[in-house]
Nanobody, 115 residues
Framework: QVRLVESGGGFVQAGGSLRLSCVAS????????MAWYRQAPGKQRELVAY???????NYADSVKGRFTISRDNAKNAVYLQMNSLKPEDTAVYYC?????????WGQGTQVTVSS
C-alpha cells in the first residue's frame, strides 16, 4: 500500500512563495501520475496540478503561471512550487497518485496566505 506524507505548508503573506513536498512510501512500483489537490474551508477538494510519468504537466486555470509541479522518481516525491500566492490559495493541500488505494488521502499540509 502506498502511503503519502505532505509537508512544506505554512503561513505567508500575499505575493510570497512556498514549496510543498510529498513523499510516497510503501508499494510505489505502480506510480504513474502524481497530483496535488487542495481543499479550502467550506469547499470541495479540487485538483490543482498533475504530472505524468512522461513529465507532462497540467494546471488548474487559477494557478497557471504561478505554480509549478515537479517530481523526483528516485525519491518517490512530488513537489509544488507556489509563487505569487494569493489569499484565495489558502487551503489544505494534498498529494495523490494513481498508485494509491482508491479513497486514500494523506494528512495534507496547511497553506495560509494573508493579505
Amino acid at each position: 500500500q502506498v502511503r503519502l506524507v505532505e509537508s512544506g505548508g505554512g503561513f505567508v503573506q500575499a505575493g510570497g512563495s512556498l514549496r510543498l513536498s510529498c513523499v510516497a512510501s510503501g508499494s510505489t512500483f505502480s506510480i504513474n501520475l502524481m497530483a496535488w489537490y487542495r481543499q479550502a474551508p467550506g469547499k470541495q477538494r479540487e485538483l490543482v496540478a498533475y504530472i505524468t510519468s512522461a513529465d507532462r504537466t497540467n494546471y488548474a486555470d487559477s494557478v497557471k503561471g504561478r505554480f509549478t509541479i515537479s517530481r523526483d522518481n528516485a525519491k518517490n516525491a512530488v513537489y509544488l512550487q507556489m509563487n505569487s500566492l494569493k489569499p484565495e490559495d489558502t487551503a489544505v493541500y494534498y498529494c495523490n497518485t494513481d498508485g494509491a488505494r482508491r479513497g486514500y488521502w494523506g494528512q495534507g499540509t496547511q497553506v495560509t496566505v494573508s493579505s
